[in-house]
């Protein structure tokens, strides 16, 4: 017993003092109290002094461990239930060491045996789980056996406590007696937890002890995302995403640092759960019975959300904590803290009953910090639990939607049952709309019940009056949802008209050049400006609906409080204690956000139904039959992944039967007549086929495709080519007869699905035997996927140099590749770079010809290719890559020149098969048609001899390629926008500069956009603000003061009562507080309707300051960009510009507004919050410090992280989409080549990618909310401490407590808003990065009155030492050329492409920088002209036709100047009169967007007809002929000679033909002219430049 002795006479273990006898043991060791404490230290000294040593050890050594190695973390079993108990163990500690203190100040004397145990007890506890942590992560379960003894040791000490209490009548009215046994139960639960580690892991007492690997997810160090394997602390907290975090600030966080998704998230394995759930309710009964989404997605995501509602409930029952604990803080301070009661004393020391701790100050204090603690932990975890549960789902969808799009049958694509945009739709929309409902779910039950509890407790606190103020909540709810519901309307119309807007600003973009060249922009501009209005006046519309909302929400709670005090007050004459009042007040803060969430929620389930039901619609959609020769087993990849659940090579690479062919024999071989028995690769019989309606479309075909030899279809447009191949692939629905595959040799059956999936080069041997059945097919229509060229082309085969160098050759890209910027390795597709047609369709039939494809279908190849390409082509790529191959080849075309080339011919005619043979058996037995066949070849002959100009088609799109890249030599803005902001920062490799770059907020940014809003929106903005929360807060003091007063009077009132018998006196007193009441009531009233109003005023400015800032940027924008030179639109992508017109124009429009409202809103109440707080209690500013520091650094760390998560997430999810859109779009061909299985897992590969980046996208959000919502509860904590510890009037401490709490709620919301607002600036930063661009100078030198009305009325030009070009820091294009051209001369100007024809052309309208020289016309220098009269007199006819969608009135005439007769003679003169006469409308007729229809040629005439329309003196053709066919050709240059006959012509010629008749030819190169005569003369000279070209065109 030496540790006993009296240490020191103030300071002793049994206390000192009164009971001396505390140190006797003469009834036995065990009877003596505190013995029995002090053997309850033995255990906690035990475990502290083994574990130590061990944890030292362990911790020195584990410096060395790296970072991310987390292969060995392994949870033993029962980790949860472990941490759990744990944690509750640490409370009880807690308890009873405040328990132990509050009795030793009743006592008055020191007792540490009451409270030093509890404290070690907590050591212990801490250590222990520290401990298990560490062993847990190094695998060495041997080490446990100390912890098991420690608590089987301290199961007994605290038993034997337990014992001797019930012996002496401790019973559960005393606290400590509920405490000791809360301890035996808990120490026993975790020696129950002990004991089954080891029955499960066997480590000890066992002869085998168990080996166990860690999880799959965890081996892959690929991994990163680790929330479901960390500890439960570090899961609640989210401690794990430290690291990746604060790391963000160093370098930003890129798609490598996020990893991989864990098995059990990704989209393959949700997909399984999904389908599986959605299969089993086809019963056998009823096969045909549609399985319900909802049911399936129950079954599947049920229990994870049942998880999450309980966290929620558990949160919000919590959440009740908050009031509860202030009222109580609040009484107790009223109310003295020594009202006497007995003292029960057993073993000499006294007991303290179970209520008595409640009452305690601080105690309340302190479990009103660990219930915030608590409540914000669940709430958090519901929240991610729910996420997760969305996100897996949206995975499952996807691939669902996926694996459907495969299967869709053609008929319903073409006939439109199912287009793109409802696909896109689909996986864009609705998808998200499902994964929003499963987020917000858990509110739909939570909230009424939280609401239900709101108001009982109110009721409990106030009486009837608070049913009043929640019935005024709950009231104003169906407002809520009303304005919810209008802002959905308004926000479809405002998409409406920016669609509009949109679709006119593209056709500007596109044809920019056209505009300026015809003076239109302002015409055009104009139109969007007017569409903009209409937008405008939708958005200020959705600005009002907004501010509503938004002032609902702050006035709401205002109103319910008002209403309720008010109602107290007649109701009892008095107003509310202190206690209730601010009960009351914190109660309805939190019931406001229930209530103003359940109007979104149900919004999004109204959706979420609507989701549902379409994805169902989609889901039964009609699918491609199975009864071609598809009959094989649709490819493997997600069926496959169930027997190997989680594999990612779920693909089976070597499934011999991969591709099974019909069941069926063929008896049909058999009766084959001896001639036919050479080998037919596919073989149609009485084959009737249709697209879906049930009329045929091809009707009684019988054809064969006879192995290794080149088929051709031909037939006139329409006649059902394109169908038949489609219909041997078995997209077309059989209505009879069918189409037959014949089988492969045995020998080759073995390297079936031999394509190999990997990139790995395959052996020679299954190179050489070729995979069949799958078709290598080239459609009429290019489709290109979003990759690099070489991709493009290699379509998921093995790369070969050789084989793709050939076919690179036979379709002649190489050129094309020589202008990409990137070579093959460029980005082409929808969001690559734009290539032309006949660049598209080359690449395509590249991709046929790559694949290693027995059978070769090519749909009309040639469509979109000159001639040369064509030939070249036909001969090296058709007869010599593929004939060498021996592979079968069907060819639909109608180059007719090519049927000698022919093994076998089928004709076709109105969807049936006119003539089948080869071209001798046509010749013989078919003679009409031979005939007929050769009269077209001579015509196509004819057309051959023409078209070898130099200057072909293929030249001009090459030209267009350069032109849209030699621009970028001067400024190399190729890849991304956003370069700007990184190229400063890339110089300085210190690393702290950039860091401080990326954590910056960017001031400027928001300053220009708040300036572009008006100084006086600004201005109105910022001081109603700050009155509206000066009142709110004034309005609470109010209350503080009102209730205080009250409270104090009362006091006062009754002891009056109580010493004076004389009532009259009394009744005095009471009617002076009556008249204060009413004073204090009134002033309440006056300030709490000042308070609602400032919320109205509030809400309006922001929002207005957004709709008129989103005004001004937009309409600068549009100014700016149409007055842009036109080198401005060379160097820029048009998706760039397009992108500051749709996307950030729509962030400006409807993003900004509400964050910036919400920030500031935020901040200020914070702000005002720490304020009251601090002048209540000042004591409160020294903790506030480092508060503040860690704030700072949390939302600066997250700030950093969340922008690089968010870019992530939005850059995945392109991809994505655009992979579904153009599955959707290439369907027959995927199909066609046997491709499902890649695309699918392509899919899956971009699913998970996008939701690894969005689940840490809101994992960040968790960690930043569990961090911001702990430092809240820190300042509650503080705040209590600090007003409990000044002892203030109970009013004031109350009123510090209520706006503590709102503290917690708010603080995320101000580093979220933070982190929202500058990604949202960042659209505004790019705006403004064009502003800056300047306009081409539009004044000129001269003003317009100088200028004759009819100049230039003679059409005079001299050119003199002219010097071109594009830019001050590009070469010059034109170098002094001089040219005198007479009134009405017709002059040709011609030369190789790049020789600076169209430099020329351009000059004349000032569209380039002349440096040097002039040009004048009819004696005025065109430099000093204005430009729109300097564009407005001259005519150009360009290459390109570019039409605007309207009527063909606008397009020939926006203006709206000219008389119909006019138009119709240019109709006229253009060929075009009778076209137009015959459509509806005549002029007034539509013209769809770009003039898709009506034909190329018919676009360049109308092109003609419009520059006919401007009578002006020049006309200048710039290769406007290059699309016509050379009969209508020719009538124009006729007509153009006869109604120009006065006017000056200038031809640059596309074909030299076309300038032989002018009257002087102007040859070009390399920007100076070499020859200038007339034609007559130049054809003389022998070796002249002409002669040559003129040469090459004969």
Known sequence: MEEMKPLDEGLSFCGVGINISAYSVNKGVLKNGCFVDALNLVPHVFLLFFTFPILFIGWGSQSSKVQIHHNTWLHFPGHNMRWILTFSLLFVHVCEFAEGIVTTKIMETNNLHLYMPAFIGFVAATTSVVYYHNIETSNFPKLLLVLFIYWVLAFITKSIKLWKYVENDVGLRHLRFCITALLVILYGLLMAVEINVIRVRKYVFFASPQKVKPPEDLQDLGVRFLQPFVNLLSKATYWWMNPLIMGAHKRPIELKKIGKLPIAMRALTNYLRLKDAYEDQRTAEDPNRSPSIWRSMYRAFGRPILLSSTFRYLADLLGFAGPLCISGIVKYMEADNSTSEPMETYFGVHFMSSAKLLQNTPVLAVLLFLALILQRTFLQASYYVAIETGINLRGALLAMIYNKILRLSTSNMSMGEMTLGQINNLVAIETNQLMWFLFLCPNLWAMPVQIVMGVVLLYYLLGWSALVGASVIVLLAPIQYLIATKLADTQKSTLEHSTDRLKKTTEILKGIKLLKLYAWENIFSDSVEETRGKELTSLRTFAFYTSMSIFMNAAIPIAAVLATFAMHYFEKQTCPSPSEAFAALALFHILVTPLFLLSTVVKFAVKALVSVQKLGEFLQSDEIGDDSWRNGDMPVSFEAGKKHLGMTKAINRKEPMRYQMDNYEQPSRRQMRPSETEDVAVKVSNGFFTWGSNLSTLSDIDIRIPT??????????????????????????????????????????????????????????????????????????????????????????????????????????????????????????????????????????????????????????????????????????????????????????????????????????????????????????????????????????????????QDSQTTLERKTLRRAFYSREAKNQMDDEDEEEEEEEEDDDDMSTTTNRRSKIPWRVCWCYLSSGGFFMVFLMVSSKLLKHSVIVAVDCWLALWTSNQSFSS????????????????????????????????????????????????????????????????????????????????????????????????????????????????????????????????????????????????????????????????????????????????????????????????????????????????????????????????????????????????????????????????????????????????????????????????????????????????????????????????????KHVNAYIEPGQKVGICGRTGSGKSSLSLAFFNMVDIFDGKIVIDGIDICKLPLPTLRSRLSIILQDPVLFSGSIRFNLDPERKCTDDRLWEALEIAQLKNMVKALPGGLDAVVTEGGENFSVGQRQLFCLARAFVRKSSILIMDEATASIDMATENILQKVVMTAFADRTVVTIAHRVQTILTADLVIVMKRGNILEYDKPETLLEQEDGLFTSFVKADL
């Open 708 to 949: 290794g030899q080149l088929t051709m279809i031909v037939g006139q447009v329409g006649c059902g080519k394109s169908s038949l191949l489609l219909a041997m692939l078995g997209e077309m629905q059989t209505i009879d007869g069918r189409v037959h595959w014949s089988k492969l040799p045995e020998c080759q059956m073995v390297h079936e699905g031999n394509i190999s999936w990997s990139g790995t080069e395959e052996s020679d041997e299954d190179i050489r035997s070729k995979n069949r059945y799958s078709v290598a097919y080239a459609t009429q229509k290019s489709w290109l996927l979003n990759a690099t060229l070489e991709d493009n082309i290699t379509f998921g085969s093995p790369f070969s140099k050789q084989r793709y160098k050939a076919v690179i050759d036979a379709c002649s890209l190489q050129p094309d590749i020589d202008l990409l910027p990137f070579g093959d390795q460029t980005e082409i597709g929808e969001r690559g770079i734009n290539l032309s047609g006949g660049q598209r369709q080359r690449i395509c039939v590249a991709r046929a010809l790559y694949q290693n494809t027995n059978i070769v279908f090519l749909d009309d190849p040639f469509s979109a290719l000159d001639i040369h390409l064509s030939d070249h082509l036909m001969q090296e790529g058709i007869l010599k890559f593929l004939q060498d191959d021996k592979r079968t080849v069907v060819l639909v075309t109608h180059k007719l020149q090519y049927l000698i080339h022919a093994d076998w011919i089928i004709a076709m005619k109105d969807g049936s098969i006119l003539r089948e043979g080869t071209l001798k058996d046509i010749q013989t037995h078919d003679v009409e048609l031979y005939d007929h066949w050769k009269t077209l070849m001579n015509r196509q002959d004819h057309e051959l001899e023409k078209d070898i100009q």
């Open 1051 to 1374: 006091n006062i009132s009754y002891n009056g009562t109580s010493s004076a018998v004389n009532i009259s006196g009394n009744f005095t007193l009471s009617g002076d507080t009556l008249e204060k009441d009413s004073y204090y009531l009134l002033v309440f009233i006056i300030l709490c309707a000042a308070g609602i109003t400032l919320c109205l005023i509030t809400s309006l400015t922001v929002e207005f300051l957004g709709v008129s800032a989103a005004t001004n940027l937009h309409h600068n924008l549009l100014n700016k960009i149409i007055h842009a030179p036109i080198r401005f639109f060379d160097i820029t992508p048009l998706g760039q510009i397009l992108n500051r017109f749709s996307a950030d124009t729509n962030i400006i429009d409807q993003h900004i507004p509400p964050t910036l409202e919400s920030l500031t809103r935020s901040t200020l109440l914070c702000l005002s919050a720490i304020g009251v707080i601090s002048f209540i209690a000042p004591v409160f500013l020294f903790p506030l410090v480092p508060l503040a520091i860690a704030f700072y650094f949390i939302q600066k760390y997250f700030r950093v992280a969340s922008k690089d998560l968010q870019d992530l997430d939005d850059s995945t999810q392109l991809p994505l989409l655009c992979h579904f859109s153009e599955t959707a779009e290439g369907l027959t061909i995927i199909r066609a080549f046997r491709h499902e299985a890649r695309f699918k897992q392509r899919m899956l590969e971009l699913t998970d990618t996008n939701n690894t980046a969005y689940l840490f996208l809101s994992a960040a959000n968790r960690w930043l909310e569990v961090r911001t919502d702990y430092l809240g509860a820190v300042i509650v904590l503080a705040a209590a401490g600090a007003s409990i510890w000044s002892s203030l009037e109970e009013g004031m401490v109350g009123l510090a407590l209520t706006y503590a709490l709102t503290v917690t709620n708010y603080l995320n919301w101000v580093v979220r808003n933070l982190a929202d607002l500058e990604v949202q600036m960042s659209a505004v930063k790019k705006v403004n990065s064009f502003l800056s661009t300047e306009s081409e100078n539009y004044e000129g030198s001269m003003d317009t009155s100088q200028v004759p009305e009819n100049w230039p009325h003679n059409g005079e030009i001299k050119i003199q030492n002219l010097c071109v070009r594009y830019d001050p820091m590009l070469k010059p294009v034109l």
